[in-house]
């Protein structure tokens, strides 16, 4: 070989193995310069606008990294400290709260039509017999008002009766609404918790089984507050169902309020949870609204994990407000539930959702009754501000009308 054909040798050689290198280094990169592949550092600040950023999204993690909490798990949790990646979602004026029952009032007048003019129809006999009376029972355990408020309010009503002697509907009506109106009991403090502490924002946990209208629910309670002129923020606990952190964020950003939630199906909701009033608290807003996954009572391992994502948020704050969700077209199925949520967290207040769509309005009394714990609002209709705050007056007063 002589030395020519040396050079073309080691040429060639040098050639292939610079081809080789530049193979694997292109095929290691599989982003573009540029384009984050995770989720920033906290000290990792987003490019300005106009530099070129790939595809990383702008919702950045709270300053401090995660609280050192042994049960804290670390799923990575979304959140967003801006409503810059909203803009293009156009903002609603949720409607006022004030004189809302009086607007859905309607509503409950249709569903429960049956039960006050039916009351009325049987007290204004001439003649009530025992087998008046019988019916009136059979019409108030109908609406589920239970068996023993439906005993008081007969025995009641009997003795005033007999005492009046008066067969006048206007007054028959009137000691009707007086009975009704105590046993649906207008002194429960039916305030929401919801006003910020001095350095920490309230907490609202939204507890209850599948497709009650929890989602639906926290939605509606943001305009409330929204309407209210709170600041609000949205944690998405329920991971357990795929498409209801999406249904929540859609809910926030109808009245621009963000939501705090994890990409990951089925990501640790304890961690959701933390991450959301972690975020709260470093945004000082005003209140917290933590959604969770619809529990079925009988799955015990479900309902101890409603009972970590309350131990959770307390590391860092107060649980101020556990919002029990319950569907009034569900009867006494519901108390059942109730119960069973309120042995594992204390139920504050309860939502009594879809109202519109049931005769069974007795169903307040109860549950009041059952588990002592106030009805604080009632869900007239799937719209966006079909949620009330519960008055019993203009309650009973919607049920004799
Ligand atoms: N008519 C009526 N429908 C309601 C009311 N509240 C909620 N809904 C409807 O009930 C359905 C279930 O609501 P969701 O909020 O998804 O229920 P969820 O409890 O979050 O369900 P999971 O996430 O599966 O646990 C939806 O179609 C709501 O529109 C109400 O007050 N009246």
Redesign the pocket.
């Given at each position: 070989m002589n030395d020519v054909t040396l050079i073309i040798v080691y040429a060639v050689i040098a050639i292939a193995v610079v081809g080789t290198v530049a193979i694997l280094l292109l095929k290691g990169r599989k982003t573009p310069p540029g384009t984050y592949t995770t989720t920033r550092d906290a000290n990792d600040q987003a490019p300005a606008a106009g530099q070129t950023a790939g595809t990383d999204v702008l919702e950045t993690p709270p300053a401090a990294p995660p609280a050192p909490e042994k049960d804290v798990p670390s799923t990575e949790v979304e959140v967003a400290d801006d409503l810059s990646g909203l803009e293009t979602v156009p903002v609603e004026t949720p409607a006022p709260v004030q004189g809302r029952l009086a607007r859905l009032r309607a509503r409950l007048v249709k569903s429960n039509n049956a039960l006050g003019k039916g009351l009325l129809a049987l007290l204004s006999r001439d003649d009530i017999d025992e087998d008046v009376w019988d019916e009136i029972e059979e019409t108030l355990l109908l609406a589920d008002l239970g068996t023993e408020p439906t005993m008081e309010l007969v025995d009641a009503l009997r003795d005033r009766v007999k005492v009046e002697g008066s067969r006048d509907p206007e007054r028959v009506k009137a000691m009707l609404r007086e009975e009704l109106v105590k046993l649906v009991d207008p002194g429960m403090d039916r305030s929401l918790a919801v006003d910020r502490h001095a350095d920490r924002p309230a907490v609202v946990m939204v507890v209850?089984v599948?497709?009650?209208?929890?989602?639906?629910?926290v939605g509606k309670l943001a305009r409330v507050l929204v309407a209210e002129d709170k600041d609000v923020l949205l944690g998405a606990a329920?991971t357990f169902?795929a498409a209801?952190a999406e249904?929540l964020a859609t809910w926030g950003q109808r009245v621009g309020v963000p939501t705090v939630k994890s990409d990951v199906d089925g990501a640790d909701p304890a961690s959701v949870a933390f991450e959301a009033v972690k975020a709260g608290i470093d945004q000082e807003v005003d209140v917290v609204m933590v959604d969770t996954?619809?529990r079925l009572q009988n799955k015990v391992g479900l309902m101890d994990e409603l009972g970590k994502v309350k131990r959770v948020i307390e590391k860092q704050a107060t649980v101020d407000e556990v919002l029990l969700?319950l569907d009034a077209t569900t009867g006494q199925n519901g108390l059942n539930q109730a119960k069973v949520f309120s042995e594992v967290v204390d139920i504050t207040g309860i939502v009594l959702?879809?109202?519109?769509?049931t005769a069974k309005g007795g169903i307040v009394v109860a549950i009041q009754r059952s588990l002592g714990v106030p009805v604080k609002l009632i869900?007239?209709?799937?719209g966006a501000d079909?949620l009330a705050p519960f008055e019993a007056e203009g309650f009973v007063d919607a049920l004799l009308n």
């Open positions: 209850g599948n497709g009650v209208g929890k989602t639906t629910t329920d169902r209801a249904q996954a619809g969700v959702t879809k109202l519109d769509g869900g007239l209709g799937e079909d």
